[in-house]
RNA sequence: GGCGCCAUCGUCUAGUCAGGCCAAGGAUACCUGGUUCUCAGCCAGGAGACCCGGGUUCAAAUCCCGGUGGCGCUGCCA
């Protein structure tokens, strides 16, 4: 246990699970597992007012669906209030933390801006006090950071700062020292945004005589327009990806990829190479831009990756979630479109789009398509391929086509002449699986019906 | 403003620590051609980057300095 790393992700209950944080969350996770040490999570709700159970359990639930599992029995910041209090005052004796007050209307202010000088707690008995840290007025701070380098602050910039509020709860800079002393952290794996905090955090170890733990800082992640990645760039939150169909493996693999390279050309890596090559000297520093294509190109090549029978189970929800996919035969049917689709998807929800025609009767049909294959003399076709079709006994991809390509024959037409006015008749569309094998799933009466239902909207449509 | 971090194709990145193998490699996205009944895919090809300026060196994407730009912090938020 002496040498053990570790670590642990500590996210604050006021929101979703974004991305960023989820990969922060990600790489403490697999920096743990590489050096077989634990990852540990930590729930800091000490913002009482943003902070809420429902957002706690948001944030797990998507975790545990990226697979980032923890260890230990989950901290949370507001039951160890008093320990706080406790250390804080240890400060306060040693003569490194000091007492001071502040107006209950200026503390009103918002952004901050609050005087606030030492005062005697016995002068000011009967009024609520805040604990404010003691920075030397000089020297230096310095750290090493794993992914950084040499980093330094003067302690004259740092400036004295809060660890305890006057209503009694530690500030973020305190609470996390403490915290992390406590639950043996050796590793502080955390966003660039807290570099910052870092020497203060140092100053407050030192303070106590604890062991500094080392820091890892990782790059942001960045909107399309370079700017942090926030709600205005659309989706941020790691379970509103989970609901348009992206698989977990892929959004890991993705974001492992967002700031980290194993050092070869490989796009997909799966999660056990990435266990056994996650380095955490081979992250990058400069902040990355959240590239939505990359990502659905990753979601298709691990659905592809997937066998027809899981994404089958995978896809379901979606289907049934549409009202496309209501009964037992729909489900066998579902079945049998998934291996049609499965290569043309690029998210799960797409299943529902392209397999529309499927499961309902052919409303419209494309215009484009219509202009390009319902022309002159398509009717008298179709009604003849009616008529071989009829003849199909076992009405299999083979005998569709081979009734489709004789018919061309005797036509003296190209097949592709019949395929697309066929397809269109059928699917409403000018794209999608092969005419023969989908034909085949939707059956030989629907096939039959649908098609007769062109020639009629055909001919209604000479008539105006 | 102050302090800190960062800077390779549109984007993700390899290469930077240990300067030459880099007239900069891969992926994605984009464009073209091939394959197929269409689309997707697949195959082949194309266009596309070392922020700028100095310096060190026989040699710099790589080291040093300056500038510029982006981001972060500057709260009794985390």
Redesign the pocket.
């Given at each position: 246990m002496g040498n053990e790393v570790r670590v642990r992700f500590?996210p604050?209950p006021t929101g979703y699970l974004h991305v960023g944080g989820a990969r922060t969350a990600l790489y403490n996770w697999l920096f743990a597992r590489n050096r077989g040490g634990k990852f540990l999570l930590r729930i800091?709700n000490?913002?009482v007012k943003?902070s809420s159970k429902e957002m706690e359990e948001y944030i797990k639930e998507a975790m545990l669906w990226l697979g980032l599992n923890w260890d230990e029995d989950i901290v949370y910041q507001l039951e160890r209030l008093e320990i706080y209090r406790k250390y804080a005052l240890e400060l306060v004796e040693k003569g490194l933390a000091y007492y001071?007050?502040?107006p209950p209307e200026e503390?009103q202010k918002?952004?901050?801006?609050?005087e606030?000088h030492e005062v005697n707690p016995e002068d000011y008995s009967e009024k609520p006090l805040?604990i404010k840290f003691r920075v030397p007025d000089e020297g230096t701070t310095e750290f090493d950071d794993i992914i950084?380098?040499h980093?330094?602050?003067?302690n004259e910039?740092l400036g004295d700062?809060?660890i305890v509020?006057?209503?009694g709860?530690p500030?973020?800079?305190f609470a996390v020292v403490v915290d992390d002393h406590y639950m043996g952290i050796t590793h502080v794996i955390r966003g660039?945004?807290?570099?910052?905090?870092t020497p203060k955090q140092i100053l407050i170890y030192r303070a106590f005589g604890w062991k500094v733990p080392e820091f890892a800082h990782l790059?942001?992640i960045?909107g399309p327009d370079?700017?942090?990645l926030s709600k205005r760039h659309g989706a941020t939150s790691v379970l509103e990806y989970r609901d348009i169909g992206i698989l977990p493996e892929a959004l890991f693999n993705f974001l492992a990829?967002?700031?980290w390279?194993p050092?070869d050309?490989r796009?997909i890596v799966s999660k056990e190479e990435m266990i056994r090559l996650f380095d955490l000297k081979?992250v990058?520093?400069?902040?990355?831009?959240f590239?939505l294509?990359?990502l659905f190109?990753i979601n298709s090549e691990y659905i592809r990756m997937k066998s027809d029978e899981e994404i089958y189970e995978l896809a379901l929800p979606f289907m049934e979630k549409a009202g496309l996919v209501k009964s037992d035969e729909d489900r066998e049917k579902f079945k049998k479109v998934v291996p049609l689709l499965k290569?043309?998807v690029k998210l799960l929800k797409d299943f529902v789009d392209l397999s529309e025609y499927f499961f309902k009767d052919v409303e419209k049909y494309d215009e484009k398509g219509v202009k390009k294959h319902f022309k002159e003399g398509v009717e008298e076709r179709l009604s003849l391929l009616v008529e071989k079709l009829k003849a199909i006994e076992t009405f299999d991809e083979k005998s569709i086509e081979k009734a489709v390509r004789s018919l061309a024959d005797e036509l003296g037409i190209s097949?592709?002449k019949l395929?697309?006015p066929t397809?269109l008749a059928v699917t409403g569309r000018?794209?999608?699986?092969?005419?023969?094998?989908l034909m085949a799933v939707i059956g030989k009466d629907e096939c039959i019906k649908r098609i007769e239902r062109a020639i009629d909207w055909i001919k209604a449509q000479r008539r105006d």
């Open positions: 500590a604050s800091e000490t913002d943003r001071c007050y502040t503390l918002e952004g901050g801006g609050v606030c805040a950084r380098g980093i330094r602050f003067k910039d700062f809060v509020r006057s209503d709860i500030t973020y800079n660039e945004d807290h570099i910052s905090n790059p942001m960045l370079k700017k942090r990829l967002l700031g390279s050092g050309n796009e081979r990058g520093k400069r902040a990355a831009v590239d294509d990359k190109w290569e043309r097949a592709a395929i697309h397809r000018t794209f999608g699986p092969g005419l023969f094998e």
